[in-house]
């Protein structure tokens, strides 16, 4: 059994996957309060759901794409049994995940999407630096910004620990915080060989749940 949020269908808004159609199964609960977090709303409350359930609600939106996000996923133990059950099943698949915990029961069969959390969402000690060292191409290291020291400490962890040659590396602002052709700007001026993101969704939908 799994504590879950929302399964709905909508365009990735982030990621190397961006505007894909992808069933996002949201699960609740999350260990970290970072002080920007949009999903708040899934700290808690919830649905009980079994395995097989969340299964066929995922295949009644005849997508191939799913993503497992949160919250903190990882924080249910069980998400590392759903998360091989939606490859077994045959779809592709990813995982949005803080850092924070284990990455390692993650199937190598998902993009592991880290969200390394910078200083100023107030839960960098958080961070579980071994997870860097499980990371592969297939994965992803995300970084949401919310200042110019945010950003020099997200490109000097990058350097120090050579994670621009370890796999794709994006770069986001924290909507509202940082003027995102700041960051761009800051990205061009020293030459990183880093993704610029924004969230499409939020473009399209605002900040509206379930979307």
Same mark, same amino acid.
């Given at each position: 059994?799994?504590?879950?949020?929302?399964?709905?269908?909508?365009?990735?808004?982030?990621?190397?996957?961006?505007?894909?159609?992808?069933?996002?199964?949201?699960?609740?609960?999350?260990?970290?309060?970072?002080?920007?977090?949009?999903?708040?709303?899934?700290?808690?409350?919830?649905?009980?759901? =079994?395995?097989?359930?969340?299964?066929?609600?995922?295949?009644?939106?005849? +997508?191939?794409?799913?993503?497992?996000?949160?919250?903190?996923?990882?924080?249910?133990?069980?998400?590392?049994?759903?998360?091989?059950?939606?490859?077994?099943?045959?779809?592709?698949?990813?995982?949005?995940?803080?850092?924070?915990?284990?990455?390692?029961?993650?199937?190598? %069969?998902?993009?592991?999407?880290?969200?390394?959390?910078?200083?100023?969402?107030?839960?960098?000690?958080?961070?579980?630096?071994?997870?860097?060292?499980?990371?592969?191409?297939?994965?992803?290291?995300?970084?949401?910004? =919310?200042?110019?020291?945010?950003?020099?400490?997200?490109?000097?962890? +990058?350097?120090?620990? %050579?994670?621009?040659?370890?796999?794709?590396?994006?770069?986001?602002?924290?909507?509202?915080?940082?003027?995102?052709?700041?960051? #761009?700007?800051?990205?061009?001026?020293? %030459?990183?060989? #880093?993704?610029?993101?924004?969230?499409?969704?939020?473009?399209?939908?605002?900040?509206?749940?379930?979307?």
């Amino acid at each position: 059994m799994l504590r879950v949020t929302e399964i709905f269908h909508s365009l990735q808004g982030e990621t190397s996957r961006v505007g894909l159609p992808t069933v996002f199964v949201r699960l609740t609960g999350c260990p970290l309060r970072c002080v920007w977090c949009d999903t708040a709303y899934a700290f808690s409350g919830g649905e009980l759901l =079994a395995l097989e359930e969340i299964l066929q609600r995922v295949a009644a939106f005849g +997508c191939n794409t799913v993503c497992l996000t949160g919250g903190e996923p990882l924080a249910q133990r069980e998400a590392a049994d759903l998360l091989a059950a939606l490859c077994d099943a045959g779809y592709s698949v990813s995982l949005e995940t803080s850092g924070a915990l284990d990455i390692g029961v993650v199937d190598p %069969r998902v993009s592991r999407i880290v969200d390394l959390k910078a200083p100023d969402s107030g839960e960098a000690a958080k961070n579980r630096w071994e997870n860097l060292d499980l990371l592969t191409p297939h994965d992803e290291l995300k970084f949401v910004l =919310a200042s110019r020291e945010d950003y020099d400490w997200a490109v000097s962890a +990058c350097r120090q620990r %050579r994670l621009f040659e370890r796999c794709p590396v994006l770069f986001a602002p924290v909507q509202g915080q940082l003027d995102p052709a700041q960051l #761009a700007q800051w990205l061009l001026a020293d %030459r990183l060989p #880093a993704r610029f993101q924004l969230q499409l969704h939020k473009v399209l939908w605002g900040n509206a749940p379930g979307r």
